[in-house]
């Protein structure tokens, strides 16, 4: 097998993708490489996301509910399962798409990529999506952290190169990334560097969901998180512990604020709630609560419809709200859970 999920809680709503990590080529994939060894080793320490499975470890580890974790046990140079396997695909332009036929410098790496994708990259696709359609049956909603790392100086191959190189970058994708779940990575995120450096969608963009829920689904939320190299790795071969400590921290944090994000519209005052709040679309609904009522909260706020009332939880705090609801109930319970002393008899 290509890969390897570990199991997480069955109540979490978190699968941490980590596809790039692995150095390990079959030898019948070997065989069809044109590089020596020499230069294959080079190209591997440019491709190879280094170590972020052993952060993505340490964070499931030390997470409140601990997350699913789908590991890529091979080289991306085998096949890149991030990839769109067709016409899609941006990085064909550069003989990266689904199985390479470039290096990151622009040479030939093989002449023949025939059956790597069916081999390899199919059975991969395969395998996450009924990962995420176990999970979907689960708990109903599921965030994808697409965890990622990058040289501090670009690759010939990047095709925006010229973009900001921050400590942690951020990608995000229209449909499944809400603004409340880039807000928990950015709070969760910054202090992970030296220099507090954090970017949304540079040098890299996008946020990896399986094809069968990509932009139809947004039950399915996702964020890349991309470290840049030199907080985690003392060279290609050699991990930082201590830095590998501080984005795991992060990584964890984000973990667990990300659990209190599910979407919750499947319901049925959904459309109703919606207007309550001042949206059009009751999927946002989770997402409108956090930015217009908990923006400011010092903890996360859960928002849970329960068919004929509301209740909204806040730091072991709970409010029930039967419906019809108005902004203004809304606004003053908030107001009460975050300062209790405002209760009166």
């Not at 002449?111 to 990962?131: K, M, N, Q």
């Not at 139809?216 to 991990?239: G, H």
């Amino acid at each position: 097998m290509s890969f390897q999920i570990v199991p997480g809680d069955p109540a979490s709503t978190v699968i941490v993708h980590v596809p790039h990590a692995s150095r390990e080529i079959p030898d019948e994939v070997r065989a069809g490489l044109l590089l020596d060894d020499e230069a294959l080793e080079r190209e591997l320490d440019a491709m190879t996301d280094a170590f972020t499975d052993v952060v993505a470890q340490v964070a499931a580890d030390s997470a409140g509910v601990r997350p699913w974790l789908l590991v890529n046990e091979l080289s991306r140079l085998v096949v890149d399962p991030e990839r769109f396997p067709d016409e899609r695909e941006e990085m064909n332009a550069v003989g990266m798409g689904a199985a390479y036929i470039r290096t990151c410098k622009g040479f030939n790496l093989r002449h023949d990529p025939t059956g790597l994708v069916e081999t390899y990259f199919d059975p991969y696709s395969r395998a996450f999506a009924e990962l995420l359609d176990e999970r979907m049956d689960a708990v109903a909603s599921v965030t994808i952290i697409d965890l990622h790392s990058f040289p501090v100086e670009a690759l010939p191959y990047e095709l925006h190169r010229d973009g900001h190189r921050p400590e942690i970058c951020l990608g995000t994708d229209p449909f499944h990334t809400p603004r409340a779940l880039l807000d928990e990575a950015r709070r969760a995120l910054w202090p992970v560097g030296v220099e507090g450096d954090i970017a949304v969608d540079t040098p890299f963009s996008g946020c990896y969901v399986p094809l069968h829920a990509y932009r139809l689904d947004r039950m399915v939320q996702a964020i890349m998180v991309e470290v840049r190299r030199d907080l985690i790795t003392l060279s290609p071969a050699e991990r930082d512990d201590r830095g590998i400590g501080r984005v795991a921290h992060g990584l964890a944090t984000l973990i667990d604020r990300a659990a209190t994000l599910a979407p919750t519209f499947e319901h049925p005052h959904g459309e109703s709630l919606a207007r309550a709040v001042g949206v059009s679309d009751p999927s946002m609904l989770s997402d409108t609560f956090r930015v217009r009522f908990g923006g400011d909260l010092a903890a996360p706020l859960e928002v849970v419809d329960q068919g004929d009332h509301l209740l909204l939880r806040y730091d072991d705090m709970t409010s029930r709200h039967p419906y019809p609801i108005s902004v203004h109930e809304i606004e003053n319970a908030i107001e009460l859970l975050d300062d209790p002393t405002l209760h009166t008899d």
